[in-house]
C-alpha cells in the first residue's frame, strides 16, 4: 500500500477541519480544598497514587496508606484536612473539578442536568418548537472537559446528543390509564433523570411529578408516532446546534468567568490531517471483454462487470415462502428478479442463471405464526446434488413490526432453512408493486451473490494473507444481556468463515475461537507474522489475557494487534470541513485525537468538487490501537497501514451497494449476534457458520 503520496497528501491538507473543541486555561494555578477519607454521598473521589508527589507529601501521616481521598470541592468540615492542589499539575483532580465546575453553573439554567455513565455533564433544553400536547422534547447536549494529550492543556468537548421526548403524563396519569410501570425505563422527577428502577425514596411520594421518558415500548400504549428516518444532512444539523448552543450558553461572560475559554472552536493543524492510500476505496469487479472493471461505486462495477467472483453452483434453485394474501405480490418480484420491471435482472447482474423451483414454494395460512407451517415442509426436503438453494420470505410484517414475538419467528424460520443448506433473502411485501422497488433489488441481488458464495467485488490492491478477527455486539431490546459474533478473514479480499455467537462474558469461547483460526492459518500459510482483532470496543487485560494464553500453548509467538471500533459513530467528537458547504470531510480523512486513538471520516465524500453530493452523511468513527509490540507505535507507516486495513473493509460491505462507515469486521459479526439470540439451537448450524446468511 503507498502512503506520502503528494496528491494524496495535499487533498487531505486542503480541507480546513474544525473540531467541536474549544481550549481554556487553568482559572487558577492552585487552590485549598478540603478532603476526608470517608466516603460520602454527593463526594468525588480520587486514588492518592494518580496525585501529584507535592499533593501526596501534604497529606497526614495517618491517612498516607489509604488508598482513596474524598472531597466535596465547596464545603468544609471539622473531620476534613486540607489539601493545597495544584491543579495544572494534577489532571485526574481537575478533570472532576472543571466538571463540578460547570455543573454548578449549568444546574439552574438548563431545564434538565445530569450527569451521563463517564460522569461529564449532560444539559437538556426544552425546544418549543418541537414540542406536542403528548410530549416534551428537549435538546440534549454533553459538555466534557479534556486534555489536549501532547500538552497536557485543558480543553472542552460540546456535543449534541439529539431529542428526546418527554410525556407530558406523568407516570401516576399513565398507570391510572393501564400502562404498566414495567415499561418505564427512564424518567424525569424535579429537573433530574433517574432510571426508574433506582428512584430515590423521597420521589416516590410524589408519582405525579415523575414524567417517563418516550421509549420504544411507550410509543405505542402512549399513541405517539416513531419519527421519520431522518435522510437529511446530520453534519450541518449538528454543527448549527452547537453553534446555538455555544452562542446562547458557552461564549457568555458568566460562563467564561467559570471556565475561560478561547471563545473560538478549534482547527486542526495542517499537519495533524492524514488521509488513507490513494485509489484505496476503489474496487475490482468481473471482466467487460477481458478488461477488469474497477469503479469507486458498486452499483456501477456490478452493472458494467458483474461479480468478481461468480455464484459457482452448477444450479441455483429459487423458491418463495409467503403468506397466502401475498401471491400477487410473488408474481411480481419473480418480474423483478427477470428483469421485466426495470431491474437488469440476476442473470445479467450477477451472471449467474437461476431457476424458479415452483415445486418447493410454502404458502402459509397463519400470518403471525408461519413456522410450523414451514417445519411440516421443509421435514420432505431432499437437495439435489451440484445445487444452491435460495428461498425468498415474503414477510406479511414490516420491519418495524413491535411485536418481539413476529420478528423472532422470522428468525426461527431462517435457523430451519440453514439446518436445510438453505439460504434465504427476506423482503417487505408491501414494497414489492412499486417500481421504486427496482432501486432495492440492486441492493438485494448483491446480498444474493454473497449468499450463494460468490463474491460481488473485492479491493483493488495486492491480496494480503493475513489473519484478522473480527469482533462484534448487539444487546437485544428484551434482554439485560449482550451477545457477540465473532469471523475470521484471511486475506483481504473479503472473504469470511467461522461465524460464530455466544454471550459476551465468554470470553474464554472467543478466545479458543482465535486459536483455533491461528493455528489453521499458521499450517496453510506458515508462520503468520501477527494477529489483527478489530474488537467492537476497548479491549481489557482480562479480555486479552485468554488470547496470549492459548497463543503461548500453541507454541506460537506473534504480536497482537488490537482496533478497537465503536460500533456508533463518534457524536462526541466530530471533524467539520469549513471550506465544504456540506461541512462533511473527505472521505477516508482521519486525525489523531489522543493517546494511538483516532478519527476516521468513512463516508461517500470522494470528490472534493462541490458539485458531487454525497449520498449520506454519516459522522466519523473512532478508533483506538492497542497492540502487545509496543515498537509499533513509532512506526508511522505500520499505523497507517492499520489504518488504512480497517477503511478498506468498509468497502466490502455486500448487503447493500451503499458503503458503510462500519468495517464489516465489526458488522458482520454484530449482525450475527443480533439473530443469534432468536434460535432455538445453542450454536449456529454448520452451513451458516461459512456462509454470509444474515445479510
Not at 489532571?91 to 449549568?106: A, G, M, R, V
Amino acid at each position: 500500500m503507498a502512503y506520502g503520496n503528494q496528491t494524496n497528501k495535499n487533498s487531505a491538507q486542503n480541507q480546513k477541519l474544525l473540531i467541536n473543541k474549544i481550549s481554556f486555561s487553568h482559572p487558577e494555578k492552585e487552590k485549598i480544598f478540603a478532603f476526608t477519607t470517608v466516603d460520602k454521598n454527593g463526594y468525588f473521589r480520587f486514588s492518592i497514587n494518580k496525585l501529584s508527589e507535592n499533593v501526596i507529601k501534604q497529606l497526614p501521616e495517618k491517612n498516607k496508606t489509604e488508598d482513596f481521598i474524598y472531597t466535596q470541592f465547596n464545603q468544609q468540615e471539622e473531620s476534613a484536612f486540607t489539601l493545597n492542589i495544584n491543579i495544572s499539575e494534577n489532571p485526574s483532580f481537575s478533570y472532576k473539578y472543571y466538571t463540578w465546575l460547570i455543573h454548578e453553573h449549568f444546574k439552574n439554567n438548563a431545564d434538565v442536568v445530569l450527569e451521563n455513565f463517564i460522569y461529564d455533564n449532560e444539559f437538556w433544553f426544552i425546544e418549543n418548537s418541537l414540542c406536542t400536547d403528548k410530549y416534551n422534547s428537549y435538546k440534549k447536549f454533553t459538555i466534557r472537559v479534556d486534555f489536549e494529550h501532547t500538552k497536557n492543556t485543558p480543553e472542552l468537548v460540546i456535543s449534541f446528543d439529539g431529542v428526546s421526548k418527554v410525556s407530558v403524563k406523568s407516570v401516576e396519569q399513565c398507570a391510572n390509564e393501564g400502562i404498566s410501570s414495567e415499561l418505564f425505563s427512564k424518567v424525569i422527577y424535579e429537573k433530574k433523570l433517574f432510571k426508574y428502577k433506582f428512584l430515590p425514596e423521597e420521589a416516590k411520594y410524589h408519582y405525579d411529578e415523575i414524567f417517563p421518558i418516550v421509549n420504544y415500548r411507550l410509543h405505542e400504549p402512549l399513541e405517539i408516532d416513531f419519527d421519520k428516518p431522518d435522510l437529511s444532512n446530520k453534519c450541518l444539523k449538528y454543527k448549527n446546534n452547537i453553534d446555538t448552543f455555544f452562542t446562547k450558553y458557552i461564549n457568555t461572560d458568566d460562563f467564561k468567568k467559570v471556565i475561560p475559554h478561547s471563545g473560538t472552536w478549534q482547527f486542526i493543524p495542517e499537519n495533524k490531517i492524514f488521509r488513507t492510500s490513494f485509489g484505496s476505496n476503489k474496487l475490482l469487479f468481473g471482466k467487460d471483454k477481458d478488461v477488469d472493471v474497477k469503479e469507486i461505486i458498486p452499483h456501477e462495477g456490478m452493472k458494467a462487470g458483474g461479480p468478481i467472483t461468480r455464484i459457482m453452483a452448477d444450479h441455483v434453485k429459487i423458491f418463495f415462502i409467503y403468506h397466502k394474501a401475498d401471491k400477487n405480490n410473488l408474481v411480481e418480484l419473480k418480474k423483478f428478479i427477470n428483469g421485466q420491471r426495470g431491474f437488469l435482472s440476476f442473470s445479467r447482474y450477477l451472471r449467474f442463471l437461476p431457476t424458479f423451483a415452483d415445486s418447493l414454494n410454502i404458502e402459509f395460512v397463519n400470518k403471525n405464526n408461519p413456522l410450523p407451517e414451514v417445519l411440516k415442509t421443509l421435514e420432505n426436503f431432499s437437495p439435489a446434488a451440484n445445487t444452491n438453494y435460495l428461498a425468498f420470505y415474503i414477510s406479511p410484517h414490516t420491519k418495524f413490526e413491535k411485536e418481539y414475538e413476529i420478528h423472532s419467528i422470522y428468525y426461527r424460520i431462517k435457523e430451519q432453512l440453514l439446518k436445510c443448506n438453505i439460504s434465504s433473502q427476506v423482503i417487505d411485501s408491501s414494497k414489492i408493486d412499486n417500481d421504486n422497488f427496482k432501486y432495492s433489488m440492486q441492493h438485494i441481488a448483491v446480498a444474493v451473490c454473497a449468499k450463494l458464495g460468490g463474491i460481488p467485488w473485492r479491493l483493488d490492491c495486492p491480496v494480503i494473507n493475513e489473519l484478522i478477527v473480527g469482533v462484534g455486539a448487539f444487546k437485544p431490546i428484551t434482554s439485560d444481556s449482550r451477545f457477540i459474533g465473532s469471523a475470521f478473514c484471511f486475506s483481504n479480499t473479503g472473504h469470511f468463515n467461522g461465524f460464530e455467537a455466544y454471550p459476551a462474558d465468554d470470553i474464554e469461547t472467543l478466545a479458543g475461537s482465535i486459536g483455533t483460526a491461528v493455528e489453521n492459518f499458521y499450517k496453510a500459510n506458515n508462520n503468520p507474522e501477527r494477529l489483527i482483532i478489530h474488537f467492537y470496543k476497548t479491549m481489557s487485560d482480562d479480555e486479552i489475557k485468554p488470547i496470549k494464553k492459548i497463543l503461548r500453548e500453541l507454541d506460537i509467538d506473534i504480536p497482537i494487534i488490537i482496533i478497537s471500533i465503536n460500533k456508533t459513530e463518534s457524536k462526541d467528537i466530530v471533524l467539520f470541513d469549513m471550506d465544504y458547504n456540506d461541512r462533511m470531510p473527505l472521505s477516508g480523512t482521519y486525525v489523531p485525537i489522543g493517546n494511538n486513538k483516532y478519527l476516521l471520516c468513512n463516508n461517500t465524500r470522494y470528490s472534493e468538487k462541490p458539485d458531487k453530493r454525497p449520498e449520506s452523511f454519516p459522522f466519523p468513527i473512532k478508533l483506538h490501537i492497542q497492540s502487545t509490540d509496543k515498537t509499533i507505535f513509532s512506526k508511522s507507516e505500520e499505523i497507517k497501514k492499520l489504518i488504512d486495513q480497517t477503511y478498506q473493509f468498509s468497502r466490502m460491505y455486500w448487503k447493500s451497494t451503499r458503503q458503510q462507515n462500519l468495517p464489516v469486521t465489526i458488522k458482520y459479526p454484530e449482525m450475527v449476534a443480533e439473530i443469534f439470540p432468536h434460535f432455538e439451537s445453542e450454536t449456529i448450524p454448520p452451513f451458516g457458520q461459512n456462509n454470509l446468511w444474515f445479510l
